[in-house]
């Protein structure tokens, strides 16, 4: 696989970057691999797949019923 070195990149640019791979969890290289990916039109994922996933999560979640009752119990929780 090809490497590539990058110069002189603004600060700005640079903080950034190290903060989304933070939050993506992933390294430098991956969190700029990932833009150049996304700013290409290159994603990872097509869209059918990441449309399963969703319908996968969707039915993973039990849905909760809310009612009158169940907002007043969420407002007064914790209150004295």
């Known amino acids: 696989m090809p490497?590539?070195?990058?110069?002189s990149i603004p600060d700005r640019?640079?903080?950034?970057?190290?903060?989304?791979a933070k939050l993506n969890h992933r390294?430098?290289?991956g969190e700029a691999?990932?833009?150049f990916e996304n700013?290409?039109?290159?994603?990872r994922t097509d869209t059918e797949d990441?449309?399963?996933r969703i319908d996968t999560?969707?039915?993973s979640i039990t849905p909760v019923k809310i009612n009158d009752e169940t907002l007043k119990s969420a407002k007064n929780a914790?209150?004295?």
């Open 3 to 7: 490497s590539m070195t990058i110069k």
């Open 13 to 20: 640019i640079y903080n950034t970057l190290k903060l989304n």
């Open 27 to 29: 390294s430098l290289n």
């Open 33 to 35: 691999v990932a833009c």
């Open 39 to 43: 700013s290409l039109g290159l994603s």
């Open 50 to 52: 990441r449309l399963a």
């Open 57 to 59: 999560l969707r039915m």
């Open 78 to 80: 914790g209150r004295p």
